[in-house]
C-alpha cells in the first residue's frame, strides 16, 4: 500500500490483494517484485525479480509498470502467473491533445484507446491531458477528461511557443493556431520536457505522451 501511495497508483482489488502481500511480507515469505523504470520505492522485504528468476519458483509478483499487456513488457508468456500477478500502476502518463475543431467524442475516445494500446500503455497511467487554451472548450477534450477522470489542462500560445521548436512544425498549424505543433509542445510542458512518444495522428487528432518523474 505504500508503493501505490507513492506512486499514486491503482491496485485491482486493492484491499484484497494488500492485504494478502502485506501479510507474506510481515510472515517473511518471498515476494518478487518487477520494478520497470526508475521509480523510487522502498523496495526492502522484497525479492527482486529479474531475467535469471525461476518462475516456477514464484508464488507471488508484484509489477509496477504503466504499461498494459504484463507478457509484452517482459517478452516472455507468463500465463501460469497471472493468478499470482498483483500490478501496480502508476499515474505518470500525461497526453498532449491536438484535434481539429467539432471533432467527434466518440473518434476522439475511440482514437485515445487504440494509441495507448499500440503503444502498450495502461490507460490507468494516465494522470492528465492537455491541450492549447483555444481548445478549451473543445467538447471532445473535455468529454476524454471525463472519460478518463483526469484534469484537462489548457496552455497559451506564449507557454507552447517556447518550446514548439523543438518538435516538428506545421505552417498550417501556426497559421491557424499560433504555434508550429499543439500534442507534442504540451505534452513537453506537462511533463517538464520527459517526452516519450512524439506525434501520432488519427484522422483529425494528435497525441503525444510525457512522463512525469514520480
Known amino acids: 500500500d505504500m508503493i501505490a501511495k507513492k506512486l499514486n ?3 485491482d482489488d486493492f484491499r484484497d490483494n494488500v492485504l494478502k502481500i502485506n501479510s507474506m511480507l510481515v510472515n517473511n515469505e518471498e515476494v518478487h517484485l518487477y520494478i520497470d523504470g526508475s521509480y523510487k520505492i522502498n523496495h526492502q522485504g522484497f525479492t527482486l525479480y529479474d531475467e535469471k528468476t525461476d518462475l516456477d519458483k514464484v508464488r ?4 509496477v ?11 516472455k508468456n507468463i500465463e501460469n502467473l497471472n493468478e499470482k500477478i498483483i500490478k501496480v500502476t502508476p499515474k505518470d502518463i500525461v497526453i498532449g491533445v491536438g484535434c481539429k475543431k467539432n471533432t467527434d467524442s466518440n473518434h476522439m475516445k475511440n482514437s485515445l484507446i487504440k494509441f495507448l494500446a499500440e503503444y502498450n500503455i495502461d ?3 494516465v494522470k492528465e491531458i492537455g491541450s492549447i487554451e483555444i481548445k478549451k ?13 483526469v484534469k484537462f489542462k489548457t496552455f497559451s500560445v506564449e507557454e507552447i511557443s ?3 521548436y523543438l518538435y516538428e512544425k506545421s505552417d498550417w498549424v501556426k497559421k491557424n493556431v499560433g504555434v508550429y ?3 507534442d509542445p504540451v505534452a513537453h510542458l506537462l511533463s517538464e520536457g520527459r517526452v516519450i512518444i512524439n506525434k501520432q495522428k488519427y484522422d483529425g487528432i494528435t497525441f503525444s505522451i510525457g512522463r512525469i518523474d514520480i
Do not use: C, W, Y
Open 60 to 63: 507471488n509478483l508484484v509489477v
Open 162 to 164: 517556447k518550446v514548439d
Open 137 to 149: 472548450d473543445e467538447k471532445a477534450i473535455i468529454d476524454l477528461a471525463k472519460f478518463l477522470d
Open 65 to 75: 509498470t504503466n504499461k498494459k499487456d504484463i507478457n509484452k513488457m517482459l517478452n
Open 123 to 125: 490507460i490507468n497511467a
Open 9 to 11: 497508483g491503482r491496485i
Open 181 to 183: 505543433s499543439v500534442s
